[in-house]
């Protein structure tokens, strides 16, 4: 069994789906081009005239609440010309699967080998266990038991700013005649709550949380 220290490490740079090919590895100019191509925390100088669609990732944000959008059961913000609808959905299903330990939430926005294939990784026994092995990671970050109340996109990379070499090698494993025809990740800023204090996973540990995003056979699925 890994390290508690390896399992953060995981969560850290993944969803914790990929325990074993999760790689944080952006090289300078990746962080470059994020950086440059990000809008989430900045502002655009005044004597700049650009369109929308010129804009960068952060200037057109919108969010889906569980009041309003009833299949959402966690807050998500997002730049909508960035990220899309169903985007949000398994973001926020797959978290909000992690903060209740509910595998069913979490299994709504994975594909189910992999899914299975994430459990073996962490030899859990069944879903239940896997959710809640999940949920003691960020307990572990956090200090306490802990609820999520809102996840916030801090920026989106595509295939020409992240490498997602190590996703394609894991993805094909598991699924050999898989068609792969997307390839997304984000870097998401998520908000917690404990009985004595409240903050965000980036407060405690100076990193985003990376979901990865694959759309395979038509489907979309967080596989990361």
């Not at 100088?45 to 009041?67: F, H, K, L, Q």
């Not at 899914?115 to 959710?131: D, R």
């Amino acid at each position: 069994m890994k390290t508690v220290l390896n399992r953060i490490s995981a969560v850290l740079c993944s969803l914790t789906l990929l325990t074993a090919f999760a790689s944080c590895g952006k090289s300078d100019s990746d962080e470059e081009k994020k950086t440059n191509n990000n809008l989430v925390g900045g502002d655009i100088d005044d004597d700049v005239n650009v369109g929308v669609d010129d804009m960068p990732y952060g200037s057109t944000m919108r969010s889906m609440r569980p009041a309003a959008d009833n299949d959402v059961p966690l807050m998500i913000e997002f730049d909508y010309r960035f990220v899309t609808e169903d985007m949000a959905y398994a973001v926020s299903n797959y978290m909000a699967g992690v903060a209740k330990k509910d595998p069913a939430l979490m299994q709504k926005a994975t594909n189910p080998e992999i899914f299975k294939a994430a459990m073996e990784s962490e030899e859990a026994a069944t879903p239940e266990e896997y959710a809640e092995a999940m949920y003691n990671d960020i307990k572990e970050v956090v200090g306490d038991d802990f609820t999520l109340s809102m996840i916030s996109v801090q920026s989106v990379s595509d295939s020409s700013s992240f490498n997602f070499a190590s996703y394609n090698m894991f993805v094909n494993s598991v699924l050999p005649d898989a068609q792969i025809t997307d390839r997304k990740l984000l870097e998401l800023n998520v908000y917690y709550k404990t009985d004595d204090s409240s903050g965000t996973l980036y407060d405690k540990t100076g990193a985003y949380v990376n979901a990865v995003l694959y759309t395979i056979d038509g489907k979309l699925y967080i596989i990361g």
